[in-house]
Structures are given as C-alpha cells and as structure tokens.
C-alpha cells in the first residue's frame, strides 16, 4: 500500500499540477511513474507522507545546510489607493494622513524618488512618528514570520495617487530596514501615473 501524501494539496488548496481536472491522488500517482527512473539515481529519498508544509520545507533547509532566517524576502511596494489596493499585499499602511505634497505647487510634479520631496514628507513630525512605530512593529514582526516559516512578506505602503508620500516612506524604510538578515526588493507601482 503506497502512502498518499495528498495533505499539503489540501493545507495549501492547490491542485496537483499534472492534475487539474482530476484527483489529488491521480497527480501524485502520475508524479511516482514521471520520477521513477530519477528515484532510481537519488542518493536521498525523503518520505514526505506524513510531512506538513513547513515539516517539508525545514527538513529540505536541514539537508541542504540552510537557514531558514536567510529566505525571508521583503518586498517594500507603494501604491495609490485610487488605482487600488496591491492584491499581493500581506501588510497594508494607509500614509493619506500626512500632509499631501499635490497641493504645493512646486511639491507637485516631483515624486519621492526626489530627495527635496522625501526631504518635506520626511520632516513633517507625524512621519517621524509614524516611522518609528512602523520600525517597533516590523522588529516584533520579523521574527515571528520567520518562526512560522513564511519565505516572502509585502509590505505595501498607500497614499491617494502613490507618488509622493508612499514612495518617500518605501524609499527611507528601504534604506534602514530594522531588520538587515531580510532581501529587500522595491516596488513603486504607481509612481508613473497620474
């Protein structure tokens, strides 16, 4: 009797890939005939039948020799609520109650890649507040994901039209992240619109 190991399809609520319009079962069984000649050469064979997720993924960083606090990817994206909300997003920070640069004339057409731009969106007191509650939260949080094998987090960051004051804070929390064992990756979604 072969083991079914159908459980992470289900924890996961995925469908097999050589499966779709059939059973779980039915991909496994397909994957073990595709595999078996690779079975045959492997110098390793893990039972995975009874392995949750994270069972999986920490048994293969063990043999492997990795840590899983090496793999956690972060990425910063800003965005505006006009065009909405980022559907990848695991933590969403609203920055609207800022002072809005649109209304100074010559704030207007810079974004928040221009230093004069994060300079006055940085300076104002409730960002320098903001910021240093977003550090306190995103160090208690890091670990926390980490402990729960999570390898990608997104941090997305709005304001109305996602060109000035998200994009200001993404580009100073990319330049002092609170927590330096994470890949950063950046995203400015909406910077060249409007």
Excluded: W
Aim: net charge positive; hydrophobic share 30%.
């Amino acid at each position: 009797m072969k083991p079914c190991c159908d459980g992470r399809y289900s924890e996961t609520r995925r469908s097999h890939p050589l499966a779709a319009d059939e059973t779980v079962q039915a991909g496994i069984d397909r994957e073990r005939q595709l595999l078996y000649s690779l079975r045959e050469k492997a110098t390793r064979i893990i039972d995975s039948s009874n392995l949750n997720s994270r069972q999986m993924r920490d048994l293969l960083l063990t043999y492997l020799g990795e840590k899983g606090e090496s793999l956690l990817i972060v990425s910063l994206e800003s965005f505006g609520y006009r065009y909405g909300l980022p559907p990848a997003a695991d933590l969403v920070f609203d920055v609207r109650f800022l002072p809005n640069p649109h209304y100074i004339d010559e704030l207007r057409p810079l974004t928040g890649l221009d230093q004069r731009l994060r300079d006055y969106v940085l300076g104002q007191p409730a960002c320098r507040e903001f910021r240093r509650h977003l550090d306190r939260l995103l160090t208690f949080l890091m670990p926390h994901y980490r402990a729960e094998g999570k390898s990608y987090l997104t941090i997305a960051i709005g304001c109305t039209g996602g060109r000035h004051r998200s994009v200001s804070i993404v580009e100073d929390l990319s330049g002092s992240f609170p927590d330096p064992k994470v890949n950063l990756h950046i995203n400015h979604r909406d910077v060249d619109k409007g």
